[in-house]
């Protein structure tokens, strides 16, 4: 993707979360029940086992994988939404479009997960266009597109060991101890 892309796209996330009239809601892992999900397809079989885990806790999940251009695998027999930088062209908008619109369900997602461990525009205009109760990431991003950030030591992320699957890991750890306002006791 180039620059003026990646300028005008968080110049559009700007716009979003200036305009934005989205309720915040805490929920811990029991109380969630659909979970829109974002990944880069480098990070394939890290996020495949987390959506597997995030199923057998029956939970709905929706999936965007971004594939960059040296991604040279066939990803057309699994059934996620993939997502391009042909896709995401800011001159030719109607696959931007179409990929919000895709968003759209009849009731907000519980929770969004940007399970990219680098910042992605193209998959956090796709987040902050959706009306998901809570935000979740572990990208370093100067935007606030995320409600919650789970961050690792530093020396770990200047390593970059930190993998999809260890993201995912420590989400559901974090998500287990939540404490929402909405539970009975």
């Known amino acids: 993707m180039i620059d003026i892309d990646k300028f005008v796209l968080k110049r ?21 029940k659909s979970i829109l999900l974002f990944f880069d397809t480098k990070d394939y079989l890290d996020a495949s086992f987390f959506i597997k885990q995030l199923k057998k806790m029956g939970k709905k999940v929706k999936v965007y994988a971004y594939k960059d251009n040296s991604d040279k695998n066939d990803y057309s027999k699994i059934l ?70 789970i961050s690792f030591a530093s020396e770990n992320e200047l390593n970059e060991i930190i993998t999809a699957r260890e993201l995912s890991r420590q989400l559901i750890h974090y998500l287990t101890t939540i404490s929402s306002n909405t539970q009975t006791q």
């Open 12 to 32: 559009r996330i700007k716009k979003i979360l200036n305009k934005s009239k989205r309720e915040k809601e805490y929920r811990n892992l029991k109380e969630i």
């Open 80 to 149: 996620h939404n993939i997502v391009t930088e042909k896709d995401m062209n800011i001159w030719k908008n109607d696959s931007l479009k179409e990929l919000v619109n895709s968003l759209d369900s009849d009731t907000p997602y519980d929770l969004a997960i940007d399970l990219t461990p680098k910042e992605n525009v193209l998959l956090q205009y796709l987040l902050v266009s959706s009306d998901s109760l809570l935000k979740v990431g572990f990208s370093k991003t100067n935007l606030p597109v995320y409600d919650l950030v």
